[in-house]
T-cell receptor, first 111, second 115 residues
């Protein structure tokens, strides 16, 4: 079955370190997204991509970057991790109709 | 700016009851609306997708309706079961170019179905 996988599922890091969260989907979807989920804020869009070499900023993009070198992968990089970036991160991809499919999430703790 | 609101934030019902979850949005220029289920510590599972031209969608015991003009959607769950306990999220896709899948989420309704 096609799926979307995230790694690592859990990570603890220190302030100032660079962190990369991986996202891989096997549906061959062009559209991919990164969200973060926090208590009191719900899900907020970080970055998104509509195809290879295309990346766009979402609502809360400061301190994050993405790259899209192929259809399957959209890694999310935190250039210099901050405590405010402690969160659960979800990767998603969507069909041409806009139906969104999510990964299981990556829980990041920045100490 | 689009805002999506879900009321109530939490709901507890006895098993077997029919129930309705509410979602409202401030900007009616939506591309679609999607309902998700999230279990604790898990990702989101898509339940129903309603395109802007549709009024409702059904899947098993679930029925979602959409009224764009009033900025409302409801998720109807028939004959609720303890396994339906989860957080239900509503999300809208905005109607500007190339935005398929770029959703704005409500904060969810946490449903508890008691045996």
């Amino acid at each position: 079955d096609a799926e979307i996988t995230q790694s690592p599922r859990h990570k603890i890091t220190e302030t100032g370190r660079q962190v990369t969260l991986a996202c891989h989907q096997t549906w061959n979807h062009n559209n991919m997204f990164w969200y973060r989920q926090d208590l009191g804020h719900g899900l907020r869009l970080i970055h998104y991509s509509y195809g290879v070499q295309d990346t766009n900023k979402g609502e809360v993009s400061d301190g994050y970057s993405v790259s899209r070198s192929n259809t399957e992968d959209l890694p999310l990089t935190l250039e210099s991790a901050a405590s405010s970036q402690t969160s659960v991160y979800f990767c998603a991809s969507s069909t041409w109709t806009g139906e969104l499919f999510f990964g299981e999430g990556s829980r990041l703790t920045v100490l | 700016k689009q805002e999506v609101t879900q009321i109530p934030a939490a709901l507890s019902v006895p098993e077997g009851e029919n129930l309705v979850l509410n979602c409202s949005f401030t900007d009616s220029a939506i591309y679609n609306l999607q309902w998700f289920r999230q279990d604790p510590g898990k990702g989101l599972t898509s339940l129903l997708l309603i395109q802007s031209s549709q009024r409702e969608q059904t899947s098993g015991r679930l029925n979602a309706s959409l009224d764009k003009s009033s900025g409302r959607s409801t998720l109807y769950i028939a004959a609720s079961q303890p396994g339906d306990s989860a957080t239900y999220l509503c999300a809208v896709g905005m109607n500007y170019g190339g935005s398929q899948g770029n959703l704005i989420f409500g904060k969810g309704t946490k449903l508890s179905v008691k045996p």
